[in-house]
Structure formats: C-alpha cells, structure tokens
C-alpha cells in the first residue's frame, strides 16, 4: 500500500522594514496569505531602507525610493521573495523595476492626510509661524499657497519618528497621511482630517502594492486573490 505524502509547503520570504508602520503592513498580507493558502508558510527577512537612515542619505536617492530600493535589490538577488510598499514611495522610472512585477494591490485605504497639533487645532486656526513639520514637496507647495504664514519645518523619517519629533518640541504640528496613523494605532492623535481640496493626496496614496520576482509565476497567482479590483483600476491610470 502506497502512502501518499502531503505536497511540500512553500516558505515565503516577506522583506520588512523594522518600522512599525512596515511591520503592520506585512501582517495584515501574513494573514491574508494564511486565510487563502493553509499549506503557506510565511518569514519575515529584515532589512533596512536608506530612508530609515540619515536625511544625507536620502538626498542622494534621486529616482531611487528611499523605502523601496534596498528592498526592491533583496527580492531581485533572491534574498526575498516578496515586498510590500506604500505606493507612493515607489519613484522612479520605470514605475516597475525590470524583473519585477506587482502581483496585487489590496482593498485601498483613507487617502486622505491629516494635521495632528497636541492642542487640537484645525488647520485654519493655526496662528501665524506655528511650526509645521513636513518635507513632502507636495505639501509644502500647497500650504506656502495656502497659509503663507505657517512656517513650514523639513522633518523625515517615518511617522513614528516624527510623531516623536512633534512630542520634543521640534515641531508644533504635523501632517501624516491618515491611513498611515490608522495602521500604527495612532489615529487618536488626529486634531482634524484635510479633505483632499485643503490637501491633495499623492498617487498612489493608501495603496499597498505586493511586489515580487517576475518568474515567480506560483507566488504571483497566490498573491492575486488578494488584489481588489477597484483599487487596481486606480492605481493602473
């Protein structure tokens, strides 16, 4: 009598930043992943991306993302096998790196971005020279043209460190993307949500993109269940 011996589950290798709002990110895939493929295992391969380095460093990115490059240079060399970005933080031209290619994009998110201030003033009513934290060229052009007499303050980083930045008194507000303070529990934080006429989001705002190796055609149909039609519409404009 011939035993039947259960097919080899595949290990996926899921590159993350250490930042919480990567950490989050790459779960919410992890469980999706597990609720479609019970013979799926995931790891997490941890790496570091210049952004989460010194602003000198992301200067000299150009078209490089400085959250995507690294990670995107560890799935082409085989050190991962999947990568999940923040659609707007993937630059460059081509939008798809060779040799890669993004398999699915889940259910969009707020695209909205939003003003934390700790007294819990709306954008309107921040008096004159109040220290606003962004280096987003997006939204500086908007608030110089907007309110001209906020001073606007370059700070980088990811949202925790800025977050941490406002609580030292570097600066006296800030503006996040709202998803983004939604992913890292942070959302209470929020003194008012910008509809996108006082600010307009970026392409490819509150979308995820799972981005892996083009001859990984198996991972590639794993992935696709998890991708949502209306958002792929989108963000294929």
């Given at each position: 009598?011939?035993?039947?011996?259960?097919?080899?589950?595949?290990?996926?290798?899921?590159?993350?930043?250490?930042?919480?709002m990567?950490?989050?990110?790459?779960?919410?895939?992890?469980?999706?992943?597990?609720?479609?493929?019970?013979?799926?295992?995931?790891?997490?391969?941890?790496?570091?991306?210049?952004?989460?380095?010194?602003?000198?460093?992301?200067?000299?990115?150009?078209?490089?993302?400085?959250?995507?490059?690294?990670?995107?240079?560890?799935?082409?060399?085989g050190?991962?096998?999947?990568?999940?970005?923040?659609?707007?933080?993937?630059?460059?031209?081509?939008?798809?790196?060779?040799?890669?290619?993004?398999?699915?994009?889940?259910?969009?998110?707020?695209?909205?971005?939003?003003?934390?201030?700790?007294?819990?003033?709306?954008?309107?009513?921040?008096?004159?020279?109040?220290?606003?934290?962004?280096?987003?060229?997006?939204?500086?052009?908007?608030?110089?043209?907007?309110?001209?007499?906020?001073?606007?303050?370059?700070?980088?980083?990811?949202?925790?460190?800025?977050?941490?930045?406002?609580?030292?008194?570097?600066?006296?507000a800030?503006?996040?993307?709202?998803?983004?303070?939604?992913?890292?529990?942070?959302?209470?934080?929020?003194?008012?949500?910008?509809?996108?006429?006082?600010?307009?989001?970026?392409?490819?705002?509150?979308?995820?993109?799972?981005?892996?190796?083009?001859?990984?055609?198996?991972?590639?149909?794993?992935?696709a269940?998890?991708?949502?039609?209306?958002?792929?519409?989108?963000?294929?404009?």
């Open positions: 009598m011939e035993i039947e011996c259960p097919p080899p589950r595949r290990t996926i290798r899921i590159g993350a930043r250490a930042s919480a990567s950490l989050v990110q790459v779960a919410r895939v992890r469980a999706d992943l597990a609720a479609l493929h019970a013979d799926l295992d995931t790891e997490l391969v941890f790496l570091v991306a210049a952004g989460d380095r010194g602003p000198g460093e992301q200067a000299e990115l150009h078209d490089r993302g400085a959250f995507t490059g690294d990670i995107e240079e560890a799935l082409l060399s050190v991962c096998d999947l990568a999940v970005h923040c659609m707007k933080d993937v630059s460059g031209d081509p939008l798809v790196t060779p040799g890669t290619v993004f398999a699915a994009y889940p259910e969009r998110a707020d695209i909205r971005d939003a003003l934390i201030h700790p007294g819990g003033l709306t954008l309107d009513h921040l008096p004159p020279a109040t220290r606003v934290g962004t280096s987003a060229v997006r939204r500086v052009a908007q608030l110089t043209r907007s309110h001209p007499h906020l001073e606007l303050v370059p700070i980088r980083g990811t949202a925790n460190l800025r977050l941490a930045a406002l609580d030292a008194g570097k600066v006296d800030l503006v996040l993307a709202a998803s983004g303070l939604a992913r890292i529990g942070e959302e209470h934080r929020i003194s008012e949500v910008l509809t996108v006429e006082q600010m307009c989001p970026p392409l490819g705002a509150a979308v995820l993109g799972l981005q892996c190796r083009e001859d990984d055609t198996d991972l590639i149909n794993l992935l269940p998890l991708g949502d039609r209306a958002t792929t519409r989108e963000i294929a404009k």
